[in-house]
């Protein structure tokens, strides 16, 4: 078949443009001849399956992964790390906070929320966990009190919100939240700022409120799961994917015969991998949040690492934000590090592209873009940060980038041909066991 | 069902805010009281019925509206209006394109192409159509000029990618034709915009070219289709939604039996419709593409309409963006001007929410927004703007607008209840046929 589509393109190409002859540079022949390097699939799957079966060891068994072991272990840890709960159990915490402040109330002491800091400098990296967790310090929040009286108010109203939301057994957006009390909340900061003190202090992760974000992300390939009890199978879906439902507590019942999770950065290549149902000859699921990743893909990809304990590989551009991407899948952003536990999947593979592919798959120079100065002021930044520090392939990947100043996009590869992605670059990098 | 709801909601509110006595706003009762003016969903949906009979009745029979006609029934037109064509034809143009092109230099002539002009003053607002159209003016593009040997080069290196592309039968994005060629191509910006000329010059829309857009949109609701041969039904696309494919042309076998087409313009509203599953009371289909309309949703959107003869019902935000999304559904975008239609819906009904709606919903004070200065200067644009002067009805709605100097959010409905919007707003709408 490849043999088949060569010729096809060739044909095509001469067809095409009549005016010149075909050109084919040393870089595509170069390119062209890896195709010769492949071994049969079943080879490859081989290797495949090897990788996932060690993965799926390497993990404790049970949904609770070594990184929720933290706060279980020991809840008054020096750490915040909140956890999914259930609507009964979020809104009797809800009643016990309520109950204290009637109590006080009545006990003539008025009433006070005790909030845990979410300050920056509150902030911090545990290389033990590989995430950025919230160290716990806690201050007042009382209402007889000029300063915090108008806070403590909205913090019991966002709680009574919440409380309604559980009840009546739906999700709402944070936008939905702020407009129920626009008058108290003045703008939306407010109310979002105090959400998430609001799940810090019960201990629960802002899905388990039922406040969700907005989604982003599609997933296509090996994969069935039920959507709010609609049986979704991802080998089905078309070309377009599944959107990735913005309230993970409503899915359920995953299961999978893959071997690996492709988490891509783009919607292009995506596009590409659906398109060539990728998922077909090389069983696994392609997830993507289309650029930056938010908290539902995020949600999402973690349970499947965790329900499957399949192998994360990466596929995203070769330069500072590819890398930048990865670190919020593995580490989290700081704005929402007490939740961290929830968000992120440790042990994802950078696969490619990567800044020695470039030359290794002679990847054309006019294809390869000038780094600009703020992209290595990124790139210097990456190389200080403790999740890079810690993998020594990482660390000389990112100094080549540097070195060389040089960046690629994933579709840079198709100067090799449209379907060079699919059909040459990840069937030999996954041969190869080439990621890091 | 409704009366457990307000029990359930009344009695959250209480438990939730200890501190507080229930406050019930006039605004909000008077909302609540609008819930005892719906009739029986029977009676709606009999509207609805007549609705949708009158929709389908009004439109010819076919695929082919009559939007389409012109440029069927006189291909030498004064207006450029291209067609989805299958690969076969595309195909076929291409080598005819090609092969005068071969004949004019075995003659001795050298060759040129005729490109269309798409600048902005070639194009024009059709009233008759109710689109935005590009007057037929042509330019010679030769080869043997140096100031635009060029564009020719890159021209004809387009219509041989095009060419390999549709002989492969794949999809490809802006981008990746791009990579194909960067030392010729130079940059993005004019491979696309030889990939417009192209389109122009094969009388086919891009989508034929199989040169695809990213994707942004969702869809649920009451509507099977098959997305690349995967049979998609999308009452079972549980709260995230099906993703609409970002090549329109793997679309097939659209089926249906909504009673109409809800356009969202955003994604918190379209979560709400999806998780309480309006389409289930309403028979409807829901689609959003998130914001500013991407070019995939609207090649859907318009699908739909030809197909199943549906009205389309709009939920926008109350201020000049949301109009201004109507007008790209409904009038295309200057810049794909060629293609405006196979990319515009016509008569899409303003259902809401509509300035008039703040004061008749008696939206609080405080969930509305000042207009920016920025604001009143698009709205006024959009009152010079031929498609809302056709609508009177838009037109008082507009003024209304600028002359309180207030918008709104979708979301602003949410003051009177998480669900007021698909318990009370949207079912009173239909109910009084509150459409303009």
């Known amino acids: 078949m490849s043999e088949?589509?060569?010729?096809?393109?060739?044909?095509?190409?001469?067809?095409?443009?009549?005016?010149?002859?075909?050109?084919v540079s040393s870089a595509a022949s170069y390119a062209e001849s890896l195709r010769s390097k492949l071994r049969p699939d079943a080879s490859i799957l081989a290797t495949l399956r090897a990788l996932a079966s060690a993965c799926s060891k390497s993990e404790p068994a049970g949904a609770s992964s070594s990184s929720k072991a933290l706060a279980e272990d020991d809840p008054a840890a020096n750490y915040i790390v909140v956890a999914d709960q259930d609507s009964a159990s979020v809104t009797?915490?809800?009643?016990?906070?309520?109950?204290?402040?009637?109590?006080?109330?009545l006990s003539g002491r008025g009433f006070s929320f005790a909030v845990p800091s979410r300050a920056s400098s509150n902030q911090v990296y545990l290389p033990d966990l590989d995430r950025i967790v919230l160290v716990r310090r806690e201050s007042a929040r009382p209402f007889a009190n000029v300063a915090t009286a108008r806070k403590a108010t909205i913090t019991a109203r966002v709680l009574s919100l919440v409380h309604a939301v559980l009840r009546r057994g739906i999700h709402v957006t944070k936008r939905d939240l702020f407009y129920t009390d626009v008058?108290?909340?003045?703008?939306?900061?407010?109310?979002?700022?105090v959400l998430d003190d609001v799940s810090c202090m019960l201990g629960c992760t802002r899905s388990s409120l039922h406040v969700v974000a907005s989604e982003k992300g599609v997933v296509v390939g090996r994969l069935t799961f039920a959507d709010d009890g609609d049986r979704i199978d991802c080998t089905r879906m078309g070309v377009g994917g599944k959107a990735i439902p913005p309230n993970i507590d409503r899915v359920s019942g995953i299961e999978s015969d893959a071997l690996f999770i492709l988490l891509v950065e783009k919607d292009a290549a995506f596009m590409r991998l659906a398109e060539d149902r990728f998922y077909n000859r090389f069983p696994c699921i392609i997830l993507t949040a289309k650029g930056q990743p938010d908290v539902a893909t995020r949600l999402f990809l973690r349970r499947l690492k965790v329900e499957l304990k399949l192998p994360v590989l990466a596929l995203v551009d070769s330069d500072p934000y590819g890398l930048k991407i990865l670190s919020v899948y593995m580490c989290g952003s700081k704005n929402m590090s007490?939740?961290?536990?929830?968000?992120?999947?440790p042990d994802i593979k950078w696969l490619g592209v990567r800044p020695s592919d470039l030359d290794k798959y002679r990847v054309p120079e006019q294809c390869r873009l000038p780094m600009t100065d703020h992209d290595i002021k990124v790139g210097k930044e990456m190389l200080e940060?403790?999740?890079?520090?810690?993998?020594?392939?990482?660390?000389?990947?990112?100094?080549?980038?540097?070195?060389?100043?040089?960046?690629?996009?994933?579709?840079?590869?198709?100067?090799?041909?449209?379907?060079?992605?699919t059909e040459v670059y990840l069937p030999l990098k996954l041969q190869q066991e080439d990621w890091i």
Chains 1, 2 share one sequence.
Not at 183 to 193: E, P
């Open 92 to 105: 009797s915490r809800i009643n016990r906070l309520v109950l204290a402040a009637a109590r006080s109330i």
């Open 183 to 193: 008058k108290l909340f003045g703008d939306q900061a407010q109310s979002d700022a």
């Open 385 to 421: 940060e403790d999740f890079v520090k810690q993998n020594e392939g990482w660390v000389k990947e990112l100094e080549m980038m540097l070195r060389t100043r040089q960046k690629a996009e994933i579709q840079a590869l198709s100067s090799f041909g449209f379907q060079y992605l």
């Open 4 to 23: 088949k589509k060569r010729r096809a393109g060739a044909g095509a190409a001469a067809g095409g443009s009549a005016s010149k002859k075909p050109r």
């Open 338 to 345: 007490y939740d961290s536990a929830n968000l992120t999947t």
